[in-house]
């Protein structure tokens, strides 16, 4: 057995990976411990894909794999951070991934409504940007010679939802199609698409984005109500009413004191000032009951008395007040408050906190919705200054702390696809008319990540949800192509459909050497070509032929490249 791949995991992410490589008609051996790795050939095998869940497992593979084999090609998943890029160092073929890293800027462009995608290949600046179709025709029609990528079926056509990959340019399409073209951000902008600038990297936050500015927060006056509010419904109602008896009794005693006090009298401010030195107990010596009657000697003892007990009463309601408002700030109740136009982000896990990092790099607000009051990754979300929601997302209670009629958008990411179900069915019903888009409303986009694909399709179909990613299918390209030789160099989504950008170097003899660009996958798209020795040639046309030893960058569905990576390998006979 020679050639062979494999592979670690028995997780979603290793049996979808299990999957779709016998599904491209490669041979796989599955292994479960290091010690099953000479027998099952790693040798003489071409790739080792480490995929399990546990990163501890998925070390010890890879690096005794290395070692047995120094030109083995090792792709290993690795959710630490200091051990990824620790091993990454000197790795030799292959790649160190991190789920996480590869799925969260789908996630996030979602979460913004983002159409604009910036990869860079073959040296250039792509971008892939998506438009309406502003009306019937055919793409060279309304763009030109762009290349289009995908064209997302509208209303208006026979089959709505459909997505077609890398179409003609002669291909119609209707009025309300959504269309995704691919090009420079020059190109595309001399044909109308807007072109949305790139988001930074978490590394790029500077101190404005690590305090999470957004320039929609609320208006002073705004949050000085608010704050009103907030007290009020801290305080114990109990207080309230302690307060009131203790004014009765101060308000009492002046008046008292003014009428019944004399040798000598005393003015309404001298009674106010006396009762709250008697009621306080502190006495400067300036007012005394000596020389008055019993009855108000006594009136005075009795005065003491309730004037301890009131205040005792009342500064422990104070006491509560501010403690109340220590939890309720560590839980993130108190930031919250200030929020507007923020995003909701329902699971703490580390593809959770790596969605956050990418949208506090972005500039906006982020509230977490958390059950775990153990949550490992809370000192991550204290650093970026994310305010956290202890408690579960389906219920009202736990929304209203988020803020969620405020909020923009909702990422519901939590490790089970249940939990996320559920919740995205119960936002949907607390949305209500701004659940979806229209004419008249941008709509508040839900998140959902859901592992299992095939449960993902059926949810989005069946409950309407225009939003479900699956971290299994955007990460399962990456670990594929980069096991089979692919250079991947991003991956993005229209509709619920996955796209891959990457570069196929062709071998002599093989099918694609002399192939023409009009011969090539009809579900493909070659963006440019690099000759080793000269500048890349961009959109090649249609009678451009490859040769041996050029890469060739393609967009288009990542089972179609790898197919064309294999047909560049393969050699005829």
Not at 138 to 145: A, V
Not at 483 to 490: P, R, Y
Request: hydrophobic residues 45%; aromatic residues 6%.
């Amino acid at each position: 057995m020679e050639r062979h791949i494999i592979v670690c995991g028995d997780d979603p992410l290793g049996m979808r990976i299990i999957e779709q490589l016998r599904a491209a008609g490669r041979e796989i051996v599955v292994v479960f411990s290091s010690g099953e790795l000479q027998g099952a050939g790693i040798a003489s095998a071409s790739a080792l894909i480490c995929a399990d869940d546990d990163d501890a497992l998925n070390l010890e593979i890879a690096l005794l794999a290395r070692q047995l084999n120094p030109t083995v090609r090792v792709v290993a998943r690795l959710g630490n951070g200091v051990l990824r890029e620790a091993v990454a160092l000197g790795n030799g073929p292959g790649a160190i991934l991190d789920v996480a890293d590869l799925a969260a800027p789908s996630v996030v462009e979602a979460c913004l409504s983002r159409t604009t995608h910036a990869i860079s290949a073959a040296g250039t600046e792509f971008v892939v940007s998506g438009t309406d179709a502003p009306r019937t025709a055919t793409l060279r029609e309304l763009f030109g010679d762009l290349a289009p990528v995908a064209v997302l079926r509208g209303e208006h056509s026979e089959h709505p939802g459909e997505v077609v990959a890398c179409p003609g340019r002669d291909v119609l399409v209707h009025e309300g199609d959504w269309t995704a073209m691919i090009g420079t951000a020059d190109e595309l902008r001399a044909q109308g698409i807007a072109v949305a600038p790139p988001m930074k990297a978490p590394t790029e936050v500077g101190h404005r984005g690590s305090r999470g500015y957004n320039p929609h927060r609320r208006k002073p006056l705004k949050r000085a109500v608010d704050a009103l509010r907030a007290v009020r419904d801290d305080v114990n109602p109990n207080f309230f009413k302690a307060f009131a008896a203790s004014m009765t009794l101060l308000l009492g005693a002046t008046v008292l004191l003014r009428f019944s006090y004399h040798r000598p009298g005393m003015s309404f401010v001298d009674a106010l000032y006396f009762s709250s030195e008697t009621i306080a107990t502190v006495g400067y010596g300036d007012f005394s009951f000596v020389d008055q009657p019993t009855w108000l000697r006594l009136f005075g003892i009795l005065l003491m008395f309730a004037g301890v007990t009131s205040t005792a009463v009342l500064m422990a309601f104070v006491a509560d007040l501010l403690l109340s408002r220590r939890i309720a700030q560590n839980a993130g109740l108190r930031k919250v408050r200030e929020l507007q136009d923020h995003v909701i982000v329902v699971g703490l896990g580390s593809f959770g906190i790596r969605v956050v990092a990418d949208l506090k790099a972005a500039g906006h607000d982020v509230v977490v919705v958390e059950r775990s009051p153990d949550n490992r990754y809370l000192s991550s979300a204290a650093e970026l200054d994310v305010p956290v929601i202890f408690g579960d997302a389906t219920l009202p209670a736990t929304l209203d702390s988020a803020r969620v009629d405020d909020a923009v958008a909702v990422a519901v990411l939590t490790q089970s696809d249940m939990v996320n179900i559920e919740t995205g069915i119960v936002l949907r019903e607390r949305l209500g008319a701004r659940w979806t888009r229209s004419a008249d409303t941008p709509g508040v986009p839900v998140v959902l990540r859901v592992y299992d694909r095939t449960l993902g399709t059926a949810v989005a179909q069946r409950f309407g949800f225009e939003n479900v990613r699956s971290t299994v299918d955007l990460a399962t390209p990456w670990f594929i192509g980069t096991a089979m030789g692919l250079e991947v160099f991003g991956t993005f989504s229209v509709g619920q459909q996955s796209f891959m950008i990457g570069g196929v170097e062709v071998a002599p003899g093989s099918e694609l050497d002399g192939l023409r660009m009009a011969d090539m996958s009809t579900q493909t798209r070659v963006i440019a070509i690099a000759s080793p020795g000269q500048p890349a040639r961009l959109h090649p046309r249609r009678d451009t032929r490859l040769t041996a030893g050029d890469t060739a960058y393609l967009v288009g569905p990542y089972r179609e490249l790898l197919d064309t990576l294999h047909k560049g390998q393969r050699v005829t006979v």
